[in-house]
């Protein structure tokens, strides 16, 4: 981590501090209020709880110091990557989107933009730095890739969208704010899903759109207001009880990723190891460029359907789930969900386990 980033997590660990009177509590308390004290209809910080409420506040304020950029939160991560689409595109416009990335975002592009006339062109992650971008008002990017973990240069696409007149939009969800920076590379809005490392126990759905453009960020947050879409107070509070942990959690993550990437890499029943930190890898290239790491996740080939069920079955240290970035390490094999990967491809989060002892279990459940 750069110094910088380290000023960041300290300040994300006392951001409450200056803020504080006489005994009032050190951890933000849980605020369900829904009505505020109003005897007047001006100047209150707060005055119904679906505009805005001192929980959120207290999540937002950790999460715009390590975007450094203003932050609206929200109820998941697809509820930030619908706001951010809704609010850059109207009927007749166009975006471009990964046809390798996250599925559900693609099914909100086929279900709900285009139904509402916006036309949306799928491409792989592969091809977007040779796409032609004229015509489109937002490029989506996903990187790296979830599940293939593919990367595109966020600051190539960034100067190619701004000449083709389009915006720049960046899932940041495989890395945070931690492992990688679109906004100071040039992207115009970052969105995010907290369910998944920044919450990190896998007990609280979340998301949240970043950004540097005032009158956009406006337009996000109003449309958290109209539609709704807004966090529960609990939620919020978990996750900003995992963000001050996040950096812990993500050094202890990456560090074993790294170790048994590697020896997964060297094990004669995979094949096909994906990890940006592989020195081989096809997105090595990102690490040091825009990625601080090689991050927690790995893709790997077993020899077919039957060989991955039954090794992630045989493995008690792995959790047999969807989603990733949790303290528990899990995987699951991507086509059962219809992604288009090989049968036998397994996507792994590693978790906080200590490491020898996950790779004996790793190790153990690969011999059969
Ligand atoms: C999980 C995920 C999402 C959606 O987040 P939810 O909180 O489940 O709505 C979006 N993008 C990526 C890359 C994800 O992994």
């Known amino acids: ?61 950790q999460l715009a110091i390590l975007e450094a950029a203003e932050v609206v939160s929200f109820p998941s991560g697809m509820a930030a990557i619908t706001a951010a689409l809704v609010c850059c595109l109207k009927a007749g416009a166009k975006v471009m989107v990964p046809s390798d990335g996250y599925y559900v975002t693609r099914l909100l592009g086929r279900d709900l ?53 389009a915006l720049l939009i960046a899932d940041n969800t495989t890395m945070t704010p931690l492992l990688q920076r679109p906004l100071d590379l040039g992207a115009d809005l970052v969105v995010a899903a907290d369910t998944k490392a920044p919450a990190g126990h896998s007990d609280a759905l979340f998301g949240h759109v970043a950004g540097r453009d005032a009158n956009l960020m406006a337009r996000i947050r109003e449309w958290r207001r109209q539609s709704g879409s807004v966090p529960g107070p609990f939620e919020a509070y978990l996750v900003h009880r995992g963000l001050e942990t996040l950096e812990v959690r993500l050094t202890r993550m990456c560090a074993s990723a790294a170790v048994i990437a590697e020896r997964l890499a060297v094990h004669p029943k995979v094949r096909g190891v994906r990890y940006p930190g592989l020195a081989g890898d096809a997105s090595h290239r990102a690490v040091g460029a825009q990625m601080t790491n090689g991050g927690f996740l790995i893709g790997f080939e077993l020899a077919g359907e039957a060989e991955a069920e039954g090794f992630l079955a045989r493995c008690p240290l792995i959790e047999q789930a969807t989603s990733f970035g949790g303290v528990h390490t899990a995987a699951e094999r991507r086509a059962r969900w219809g992604d288009a990967v090989a049968d036998g491809f397994i996507r792994l989060s590693i978790g906080v386990e200590p490491v020898e002892t996950l790779w004996a279990a790793i190790d153990a459940a690969l011999a059969g």
């Open 1 to 61: 981590m750069t110094a910088e980033t380290d000023a960041r997590i300290a300040r994300l660990l006392h951001h409450r501090k200056a803020g504080l009177s006489l005994g009032e509590p050190v951890v933000p308390p849980i605020s369900v209020a829904t009505t505020f004290h109003l005897p007047q209809a001006q100047g209150a910080a707060h005055y119904y709880g679906r505009s805005g409420q001192p929980t959120w506040d207290a999540v937002e304020a």
């Open 113 to 165: 933009l285009q139904v509402y006339g916006v036309e949306v062109v799928q491409i792989p992650t592969l091809e977007m730095e040779t796409a032609d971008f004229t015509g489109f008002q937002v490029i989506y990017i996903e990187t790296p890739s979830n599940p293939g973990l593919d990367t595109v240069d966020i600051a190539a696409l960034a100067t190619m969208a701004h000449a083709a007149g």
